[in-house]
Structures are given as structure tokens and as C-alpha cells.
T-cell receptor, first 116, second 114 residues
Framework: SQQGEEDPQALSIQEGENATMNCSYK?????LQWYRQNSGRGLVHLIL?????REKHSGRLRVTLDTSKKSSSLLITASRAADTASYFC????????????????FGQGTILTVHP | DTEVTQTPKHLVMGMTNKKSLKCEQH?????MYWYKQKAKKPPELMFV???????INESVPSRFSPECPNSSLLNLHLHALQPEDSALYLC?????????????FGPGTRLTVT
């Protein structure tokens, strides 16, 4: 099963509103990453948050990570029509010995639609 | 140059054909990845090359054969595919294969098997 599960599956908002997406995962992680994908094209890396970080900002993006709850959220502020895309969280899981598997496992994604 | 290129953009092949997908990056990244993505699903990892050696094979059928001729180039050789193999095939690269870094994705090859 997928390591990351996201909710909501779909989100529809008006331009200027904030969008929040959530991601839950099951195992210990090295880091958690968020990616954007526009209509069946390649993914774009948005932000990476390490397991010892709790919050990170990049422009209009704010990511939080709660390792005790095994969850993360992505907040997009002041959304624009160009933010319409699918958003995926991806986790770099750790083996029992604490080393990275060296691969990402993606969540099911949230489809965000921003109406002009 | 922060781009990963993939060719071709679209490919239609019969079940008896042999074809190859190509991926290239010139960012000096030492890890390269192949993913398969079906419609409305997340990408699924197929293979990881780290420092030009195959480090992860996610139990992919042998009709998919990866090759990494050098640190900038990654190929995926296709033979005797099935219609269910139709998907978007994505290539990605990262600074290393340790998982510490984000991945750069190419635009993908949309494969249709007839």
C-alpha cells in the first residue's frame, strides 16, 4: 500500500483563497517532500522538510511536519488559477537501522482546482 | 541547466515490438530513476540507478530493461509489452540516491501498447 495518504482527494477554491492539503504516512521517515503535477506532465519538486524540522516556508508555500502523528500539511496562500494541479506528498522512508531506502513513495495526491 | 529531457514524448507500439525510452540530464546528478504513472494515480517507482549502478529494482517484469550508459543518460528498453503497460513513463534525477535531495522530473513519455 502507499506510504502516503492524502486528503482531501479533491479541493476546489476561488482565486485568492488559501488551500490546505494533508498527508499521512505509516513508517519512520528521513524526509517528506511535496510535488506538483500539471495535467499528466512531469512532476515539479516544491519543498522538502526533514524529519527534525517542524515547519518550512517557500514563497506562498508553508509545510508542517508532525512526526509523532506521522502527518504533514501543505498550505498554499493567496492561490492563483496557475496553482491548479495535482499535489503529491512523497516520503523517504527509513529502514529499521535508520538508513534511507533511497527511494520515494508517493501518496495518492490531491487535485486542486483554483477558479479565477 | 536544470532540465531532465525525455524522448520520445509519445510512443505507440505493438506487443511484439522492441522500443527504447531515453532520458538525459546535465546537472551532474548521480542518481536517476524510472517511474510508471497510470492515469489519476501517483508515480510508482520502477528502477533506481546510483552512480551508474542499478541499486533498486521494484520487482519490475523483465520485459522492461533499464540501462545507464553514463552518468547523464538513462534508457528503458521495452520488449513484448502488454496493453496494461500503457502509461506515462517518467524519468527523474537527484543529486544522489540517498534520499536527502528532491528529484527533478522529465516531462514523461506517454506509451500506448496496442
Amino acid at each position: 500500500s502507499q506510504q502516503g495518504e492524502e486528503d482531501p482527494q479533491a479541493l476546489s477554491i476561488q482565486e485568492g483563497e488559501n488551500a490546505t492539503m494533508n498527508c499521512s504516512y505509516k513508517t519512520s521517515i528521513n524526509n517528506l517532500q511535496w510535488y506538483r503535477q500539471n495535467s499528466g506532465r512531469g512532476l515539479v519538486h516544491l519543498i522538502l522538510i526533514r524529519s527534525n524540522e517542524r515547519e518550512k516556508h517557500s514563497g506562498r508555500l508553508r509545510v508542517t511536519l508532525d512526526t509523532s502523528k506521522k502527518s504533514s500539511s501543505l498550505l498554499i496562500t493567496a492561490s492563483r488559477a496557475a496553482d491548479t494541479a495535482s499535489y503529491f506528498c512523497a516520503t523517504d522512508a527509513l529502514r529499521d537501522g535508520g538508513t534511507s531506502y533511497g527511494k520515494l513513495t508517493f501518496g495518492q495526491g490531491t487535485i486542486l482546482t483554483v477558479h479565477p | 541547466d536544470t532540465e531532465v529531457t525525455q524522448t520520445p514524448k509519445h510512443l505507440v507500439m505493438g506487443m511484439t515490438n522492441k522500443k527504447s525510452l531515453k532520458c538525459e540530464q546535465h546537472m551532474g546528478h548521480r542518481a536517476m530513476y524510472w517511474y510508471k504513472q497510470k492515469a489519476k494515480k501517483p508515480p510508482e517507482l520502477m528502477f533506481v540507478y546510483s552512480y551508474e549502478k542499478l541499486s533498486i529494482n521494484e520487482s519490475v517484469p523483465s520485459r522492461f530493461s533499464p540501462e545507464c550508459p553514463n552518468s547523464s543518460l538513462l534508457n528503458l528498453h521495452l520488449h513484448a509489452l502488454q496493453p496494461e503497460d500503457s502509461a506515462l513513463y517518467l524519468c527523474a534525477s537527484s543529486h544522489s540516491g540517498t534520499g536527502f535531495y528532491g528529484q527533478y522530473f522529465g516531462p514523461g513519455t506517454r506509451l500506448t501498447v496496442t
